[in-house]
């Protein structure tokens, strides 16, 4: 999907809006050899988001926008990323819905990790609706991302049991498991290796 040329990691922003439980998995990934990413600028919505010690401590670039003026905040970040080179965009726990001229401009170039196995429980509360469902398993999805939230190209998934005193936490935290395996392998995926 994605072409790796030559030896050259090719340059990824990860967009974060609070924790960065999975762009802390992703940096421990961009940084082997295998990895065809490196990680060259982080965006967040939130000056507060935990995530960016995690920039700071790799020394890696990042953004903060409030996202008040959508349109004009876009075409700044759209501007960044010109500016580092940026070529594929990794969404981790990022809470802000992209319009369509942003995800146009990167067609195929955005991925992003969804704590259900979609197409179930797209948008917010997924563990919380999920366990209301009493489903018996949920997961987590790495997609791309189109103009539909949560509704772009499935790329990976993987599954959950659900225990019987499964709670909202204990649910987070074992789907938030996989998802730091999962990722790194969609993105070896993505580029086909
Ligand atoms: C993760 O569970 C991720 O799948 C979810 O937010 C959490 C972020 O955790 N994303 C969404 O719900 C997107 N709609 P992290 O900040 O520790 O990576």
Redesign the pocket.
């Known amino acids: 999907m994605v072409k790796l040329t030559g030896y050259k990691k090719v340059k990824a922003a990860v967009f974060?809006?609070?924790?960065?439980?999975?762009?802390?998995?992703l940096i421990k990934f961009s940084k082997k050899k295998k990895s065809p990413i490196s990680i060259d600028l982080i965006i967040s919505n939130n000056p507060k988001?935990?995530?960016l010690r995690l920039g700071k401590i790799n020394k890696i670039k990042r953004k903060v926008y409030n996202f008040k003026k959508k349109y004009k905040t876009e075409n700044q970040i759209l501007s960044d990323l010109k500016e580092h080179k940026i070529k594929i965009i990794c969404?981790?726990?990022?809470?802000k819905v992209l319009s369509r001229n942003f995800i146009t401009k990167f067609r195929g170039k955005i991925l992003?990790?969804?704590?259900?196995l979609l197409p179930k429980y797209?948008?917010?509360n997924?563990h919380q609706r999920v366990l209301v469902n009493n489903e018996k398993y949920s997961g987590?999805t790495v997609h791309l991302v189109n103009s539909k939230?949560?509704s772009g190209k499935i790329v990976l998934q993987k599954k959950v049991k659900i225990s019987k005193n499964e709670t909202m936490n204990s649910l987070?935290e074992k789907?938030?498991i996989q998802?730091?395996k999962l990722y790194p392998k969609a993105i070896l995926k993505v580029f086909n290796l």
């Not at 969404?91 to 809470?95: P, R, V």
């Open positions: 974060i809006s609070g924790t960065g439980s999975n762009l802390k998995s988001a935990k995530g969404l981790a726990g990022f809470m992003n990790i969804h704590p259900s797209k948008g917010l997924t987590c939230l949560d987070a789907v938030l998802e730091h």
